[in-house]
């Protein structure tokens, strides 16, 4: 396996010890030339790290970021990376309904002390970025203490829904101490009417009972699910841009 070691930054493979030495096979990106301005976990979509998620982290390097893409399936399918198709849908969906809150939350613990450790980041808050199920599970990351910023990009189902049974996730909003920005598109049929109206009247309630903090969510007219992804037909290159805008200015301040 190929790992980033130089210092001078670039991208590679990184091998983590997870939970239990749970071997984690994580996408590591670094600024070139310059030290980094903070850390940034991002959060794949059921398919894995393949090359758009990658990209995504590649991408956060070139903007100042340290970024960590890391595996959501690393107890039943370490290595997965899948197309955009049906059956790559298929598989992904399957390896994610075995995943549980308390792995996802164990597997965070990990990465984040490691990235704790890296010159330049130690002891540092982190930024959290989430795509689809790893939108999901961004909002999971946001309760860890260490994350100051969390993007969560069109997280299905956190209203109705948490990972290994319980309470849905949104139910967890107040543990978060840091900001939190939920992104979806106003045509997305995985985030119906009724998903995006739980979602507003949580953060509502947060923000009226804890005046000041910074919890909001962005729906974009023009936009279906995934419209972040360049290699998903229904990317959408203007909520595209809007999405990495709002997702950088939220790390700027914050970070």
């Known amino acids: 396996m ?21 071997p984690l096979r994580c996408w ?3 600024p070139v030339g310059r030290a980094p301005r903070a850390a940034v976990l991002v959060l794949p979509e059921v398919f894995g790290l393949n090359g758009w998620v990658r990209s995504v982290a590649d991408r956060l390097a070139a903007a100042g970021y340290a970024a960590l893409a890391m595996p959501l399936f690393a107890r039943t399918a370490p290595d997965l990376e899948l197309d955009y198709d049906a059956a790559g849908l298929e598989e992904g969906r399957r390896h994610r309904d075995a995943v549980t809150a308390g792995q996802v939350l164990a597997d965070l613990d990990c990465a984040i002390q490691w990235l704790q450790r890296q010159p330049g980041l ?29 993007c969560d990009f069109y997280g299905a189902r956190v209203s109705t829904f948490r990972p290994g049974g319980g309470d849905p996730t949104l139910a967890l909003l107040p543990a978060v101490r840091g900001e939190l920005l939920c992104l979806a598109g106003a045509n997305d049929a995985l985030m119906p009417a009724a998903e995006l109206a739980a ?39 203007e909520a595209a841009r809007q999405g990495w805008a709002a997702m950088l200015e939220l790390f700027g301040r914050a970070l």
Not at 130 to 142: I, N, R, S, T, V
């Open 122 to 150: 130690e002891g540092r808050p982190m930024g959290c970025v989430g795509f689809c199920f790893g939108g999901h599970l961004a909002m999971l990351a946001a309760t860890l203490p260490q994350v100051a910023a969390t």
């Open 2 to 22: 190929e790992e980033r070691t130089s210092a001078a930054g670039g991208s590679g493979w990184q091998l983590l010890a997870g939970p239990e030495d749970l």
């Open 28 to 30: 590591w990106s670094l």
């Open 199 to 237: 979602i507003d009247r949580a953060l509502a309630a947060a923000r009226t009972a804890e005046p000041g903090r910074r919890l909001h969510q962005l729906v974009l007219p023009e936009a279906g699910h995934g419209f972040m992804c360049e290699a998903r037909s229904d990317f959408q290159p």
